[in-house]
């Protein structure tokens, strides 16, 4: 689920929520955590540095939609977190001219990496969009579905 939306405010999952995510979803790598509801974390910078504070961000990747990219400037401490950890953006197709027109392409675009292999293995945050048939189907969209 979504740490933060702009201008929508949080959305943690309940502890009945994330029971019933548990039942619902039963695979072997996912892991369905309370983690931002015990912590009582505000954003994602928030969640990130909670995270920090116990390992190092090198193991993770921030997983977010090309819609987002269009509005990640918009997210509280945007610029720490492209700073600290890398970001998989997964392609959406309605999204396409987010790309080069986004505030933090503008700002990072030497931070943009078009070779899976070189994001995967690069020892310092950066971002990639994961250029596969992507999900015409927002987190918000299924939620409001």
């Known amino acids: 689920m ?3 939306q702009p201008g929508k405010g949080r959305n943690i999952p309940s502890p009945d929520q994330i029971k019933q995510l548990r039942s619902e979803i039963s695979l072997p790598k996912v892991k369905i955590s309370d ?3 015990r912590h009582k974390t505000k954003c994602t910078a928030d969640v990130l540095k909670k995270i920090q504070s116990r390992c190092s961000l090198d193991q993770f990747y921030l997983i977010v939609g090309l819609d987002q990219l ?3 400037h918009r997210w509280a401490e945007y610029q720490w977190i492209i700073q600290n950890i890398s970001i998989c953006v997964i392609y959406r197709p309605r999204y396409d001219n987010y790309i080069e027109n986004t505030t ?3 700002e990072f675009p030497h931070l943009f990496m078009s070779d899976l292999t070189k994001f995967i293995n690069h020892s310092t945050p950066c971002l990639h969009i994961l250029n596969l048939p992507g999900v ?3 987190s ?6």
């Not at 918000?140 to 579905?145: F, H, I, N, P, T």
């Open 70 to 72: 269009g509005q990640f």
């Open 2 to 4: 979504q740490a933060f």
């Open 136 to 138: 015409d189907l927002s």
């Open 104 to 106: 933090i392409h503008k």
């Open 140 to 145: 918000s969209e299924l939620r409001d579905s």
């Open 35 to 37: 983690f931002e509801f």
